[in-house]
């Protein structure tokens, strides 16, 4: 019982896959993160809107596909329990087909310039595709800084947990991904090259981006 708390937020991660007719689309399928959901926490809550909303939804729909992300698959559903991002961590991986962003998104360490995905990052916050009232739609708008790949596109975290000099035993086809620490004052995002934290949150045209949406002065350095 009771209210969760004013600044409580949780969201559930709904990758649509080519079901969003289940999953978002038809409340009555039986399967249903849309209305039929939305429903099921009104009535959990007793009937407060409020705290419903606190419970949100990624949209895996976003960019390309925004509306399919929404409740009922409309464009003009309420978007505060929408969360929207351009790339994010498991469209890294080889092979990886959860979401198609087609040409209005791309996955940064996947043959992605820095000056393409900044433009898209900055999209995400002047205009993000589907937005139709940008100071209040999507209220959380995620940008993802991970890693790049290390040579011969070894898949290890930079931790130093993934060196070969730690290797014991088989050691022959180990390819090693050497330590790099996860904060660097000095960094301007985009960092680089293999083997690098992106850093993509310390870009000063990203930065100014954000500041544009939430209302607040560019200082200009990215800070």
Known sequence: ??????????????????????????????????????????????????????????????????????????????????????????????????????????????????????????????SPNGAQDNNNDFPIRMVLSSYYWGNNTVQGIPDGQSDCSLCTINCDSCESMSYAPAYDSSSTGYDGPDGSYTRVHRDAGIIAAMQAWIGQNSTGNGQ
Not at 66 to 84: F, M, Q, W, Y
Not at 97 to 104: F, K, Y
Request: aromatic content about 8%.
């Open 1 to 126: 019982g009771g209210k969760l708390p004013k600044d409580f937020i949780t969201w559930l991660e709904i990758l649509l896959g080519g079901e969003s007719d289940l999953l978002m689309c038809n409340g009555d399928s039986g399967y249903n993160y849309g209305e039929y959901f939305e429903d099921a926490l009104l009535k959990a809550f007793g009937g407060d809107q409020e705290d419903v909303d606190k419970i949100k939804i990624w949209n895996s729909g976003y960019p390309k596909e925004t509306e399919k992300g929404l409740v009922n698959c409309d464009s003009n559903a309420p978007k505060i329990r929408s969360v929207i991002q351009n790339d994010d961590a498991d469209q890294q991986n080889p092979g990886s087909s959860s979401r198609d962003m087609g040409d209005q998104g791309c996955v940064l360490i996947k043959d992605c310039d820095a000056d393409t995905h900044r433009g898209f990052e900055e999209k995400l916050f002047s």
